[in-house]
């Protein structure tokens, strides 16, 4: 019965979109215990805004660059410089497999964040939060969200 089961889920995930979603507001309840604020003075807003631009929520997002590289996840963490992918020479600041950045959990790919952020004085390494969140009003990210 459980292999049956288990089966079943398997072949589903294989035969579905495989791409993982997670709502705005859960993203702002995993940060907030994450412990995102007040890292370089950024709120959970800006984090939200920063998700959005670069992947619309879409924990699954791999995208390659011009250069050879690869973006991976909500955050779009680059492989040349933060993680291992194996494709192509990497720093690997974050001492993580690229495809760990994916994990549902979203732990790895926060914690990686966490240390761009910190490494780099803030979010202005990526070119979307420049361009679209960076000097605008953010807190409307939060409406409706309720962390506690
Ligand atoms: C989410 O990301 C995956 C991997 O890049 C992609 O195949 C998929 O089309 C994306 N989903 C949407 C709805 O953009």
Not at 99 to 113: H, R, V, W, Y
Request: some cysteine.
């Amino acid at each position: 019965m459980m292999r049956a089961l288990l089966i079943c889920l398997v072949s589903y995930l294989a035969t579905t979109n495989q791409a993982i979603f997670i709502k705005r507001c859960d993203l702002a309840k995993v940060l907030h215990e994450e412990e995102v604020e007040g890292l370089e003075g950024y709120t959970l807003s800006d984090w939200l805004c920063l998700a959005s631009v670069e992947s619309n929520f879409n924990l699954s997002k791999v995208n390659e660059n011009a250069d050879g590289s690869f973006d991976y996840g909500i955050f779009q963490i680059n492989s040349h410089y933060w993680c291992n992918d194996f494709r192509s020479h990497s720093e690997n600041i974050c001492h993580m497999d690229c495809e760990d950045i994916l994990s549902p959990t979203l732990l790895p790919s926060i914690n990686c964040a966490k240390k761009i952020v910190s490494k780099t004085g803030g979010m202005k390494n990526w070119v979307e939060w420049r361009l679209h969140c960076a000097g605008r009003p953010l807190s409307y990210w939060m409406t409706g969200c309720h962390l506690g």
